[in-house]
Each structure stands twice: as structure tokens, then as C-alpha cells.
């Protein structure tokens, strides 16, 4: 099931790369950039976090917190972070329940067969409303559709 502009966001609470608790309603007065990706350093995942670390001082200055979610622990979310030199939020959806109440884990193409799968997936959220619900969206030159969005 797909979530739809004026949905309820579905709330959660996840860890971050240090094992903090992270949840939706810990940022009642920001705009949440909410995104889910299929793993820490692979190529396309790695453009998109890097895309949306450069552009986060154009997000902030829009009000907009940019958090990804993807199945990794929080230990190669550290890790990745590191590596990649990023600067916003990454949380771990173990066993994606996050992503699968986001509606943005399920069947999903890849290399020509179907499987499951993270789907990557933009949603933004204020007040605890979706104003926005992007589904298989494309790593390149995301950061900054979403960004001119806002």
C-alpha cells in the first residue's frame, strides 16, 4: 500500500549510527525529509546521501530535516557516514517495518526479475501529514528536485 499526500505519516522510532532513538515526533516544528534507501556504499545510494548532505544548508535554511532510513545496523551506518563524509541522520530499519508502513518495501524489478526489496522512496512530512510521496525515485539529481519541492 502507497501512502498519498494528506496520509497520516506513520510514526517511528529507530536507532541512529550511534544507537540513539530516533522518532518522527522528536521534530514537531520542522519539515521532515523522509528517505528510504536499499543499502549504505552502493553507487546509487551513495550519490543520493551525498546529494542530500551537500544540499542540507539549503534544507535547513527551508525549515527541513533530511533523515534516511535504510535495513543497515548502526554500525555501517557509522561507517558510511564516515566514509562518505555525511552529514544528516541515517537511521536502521532492521527489520523493515518502517519501510514496509512507508510503503516503500515490497516487489520491486531488478535486473529483470522481481523481488523484494527496498523501494527508494521521498517523503515530506510537516505536522505530521505526507505533503509529499515519491515512489521509485531515481538517485541522481533527487536531492535537489526534493529540495525545489519545498
Known amino acids: 500500500m502507497q501512502l498519498q499526500a494528506n496520509d497520516v505519516a506513520p510514526d517511528f522510532c529507530l536507532p541512529n549510527a550511534q544507537g540513539v532513538e530516533i522518532s518522527l515526533k522528536d521534530?514537531?516544528?520542522?519539515?521532515?525529509?523522509?528517505?528510504?534507501?536499499?543499502?549504505?556504499?552502493?553507487?546509487?545510494?551513495?550519490?543520493?546521501a551525498q546529494d542530500f548532505s551537500q544540499l542540507l544548508p539549503q534544507f535547513f535554511a527551508k525549515n527541513a530535516l533530511v533523515i534516511g532510513i535504510s535495513p543497515d545496523s548502526p554500525k555501517c551506518h557509522q561507517g558510511f557516514i564516515a566514509k562518505q563524509d555525511l552529514k544528516h541522520i541515517l537511521l536502521s530499519d532492521k527489520d523493515k517495518a518502517?519501510?514496509?508502513?512507508?510503503?516503500?518495501?515490497?516487489?520491486?524489478?531488478?535486473?529483470?526479475?522481481?523481488v523484494m526489496g527496498i523501494?527508494?522512496?521521498?517523503?515530506?512530512?510537516?505536522?505530521?501529514?505526507?505533503?509529499?510521496?515519491?515512489?521509485?525515485?531515481?538517485?541522481?539529481?533527487?536531492?535537489?528536485?526534493?529540495l525545489d519541492m519545498l
Open 98 to 114: 518502517v519501510a514496509s508502513a512507508y510503503g516503500a518495501y515490497g516487489k520491486k524489478m531488478m535486473y529483470g526479475k522481481e
Open 27 to 48: 521534530f514537531p516544528q520542522k519539515i521532515i525529509i523522509l528517505y528510504f534507501y536499499p543499502k549504505d556504499n552502493t553507487p546509487g545510494c551513495t550519490i543520493e
Open 119 to 146: 523501494i527508494r522512496s521521498t517523503f515530506i512530512i510537516q505536522n505530521g501529514k505526507i505533503l509529499h510521496a515519491l515512489y521509485n525515485v531515481k538517485a541522481k539529481g533527487h536531492a535537489q528536485a526534493v
